[in-house]
């Protein structure tokens, strides 16, 4: 894993690896569903729910080293990225129950693809203390 | 599907509903982060942190507009998507010619480029789908 270059944060290991993965995963099942036209599928909300579970785990991974006295970079951008990934899978949950047409799985799609993104710069934040 | 004649289209159903999840997103990423940086240390950077907190109220304005649907709701959101245009296009000029006005980055410095330029192209897309949705009422 990429762990070694980054030891000392709790952001970046086999977690985050893991909800990137997963993430990714939904969100070509999704895009696959948009373009052929079908509304979100249970594959898709039982994806965003392990998705969650996973960034929830990793959210209690750093709320543990931070309790442990570990400080981000950069704390505010930090806890920005931190309440947003949490919020984002819940968020693709709502809109796409609300939208059962291929756009549906659009949003699940996209918001599948901004988690990683925000998961990344979740670990960039983290890591800018070193220097 | 089998709606035939609508005079104004929904501005919150389909794509539109995809426009909303994005704004939604923005508006949690941008309100958090500005939240946390004026609740931190506003001292270090007012004007950007200050613009952050505008950005991420234009991008929870634009969202409501937008899912409301309504006459008034397009108007919101038009307004909104002009504001969140020109603001991101005069940052962007702003943050490249005097650095020193932005020390710390915004959503809508270098023309959003933190943000993978989406900051540039969302206000152009929610334009563009207030224009595709226009629809006088027969």
């Known amino acids: ?131 | 599907m089998a709606e035939t004649k609508a005079p104004e289209r929904a501005t919150n159903r389909g794509p539109g509903r995809l426009l909303i999840a994005v704004y939604i997103v923005f508006a949690i990423a941008a309100t958090s982060r500005a939240g946390l940086q004026i609740a931190t240390k506003f001292g270090e950077a007012p004007v950007a942190y200050l613009l952050s907190a505008l950005a991420a109220l234009i991008y929870i304005v634009a969202a409501v507009g937008l899912a409301r649907a309504g006459h008034a709701g397009r108007r919101v959101a038009l307004a909104c998507c002009s504001v969140e245009l020109v603001g991101v296009l005069a940052v962007g000029l702003l943050s490249i010619v005097d650095r020193e006005l932005f020390p710390d980055e915004t959503v809508w410095s270098g023309f959003g480029s933190g943000y993978g330029y989406v900051p540039l192209v969302l206000p152009v897309l929610g334009l563009l789908w207030l224009w595709r949705t226009r629809r006088d009422p027969a």
């Open chain 1, 1 to 131: 894993m990429t762990s070694a270059a980054a030891a000392g944060s709790p952001v970046d290991g086999w977690l985050a690896t893991l909800a990137i993965v997963l993430s990714l995963a939904v969100a070509v099942w999704a895009l696959v569903a948009a373009v052929r036209q079908r509304p979100p599928d249970r594959i898709q909300f039982a994806g965003l729910a392990v998705v969650e579970l996973a960034l929830l785990a990793l959210t209690v991974v750093a709320l543990v080293a931070l309790g442990g006295g570990d400080r981000p970079g950069e704390p505010g951008a930090f806890f920005g990225y931190l309440v947003t990934l949490v919020c984002l899978p819940p968020l693709a949950w709502v809109l796409a129950r609300m939208e059962p047409t291929r756009w549906g799985s659009a949003i699940v799609c996209a918001i599948c693809l901004v988690t990683p993104v925000v998961v990344v710069r979740l670990q960039q934040t983290w890591e800018v203390v070193g220097g």
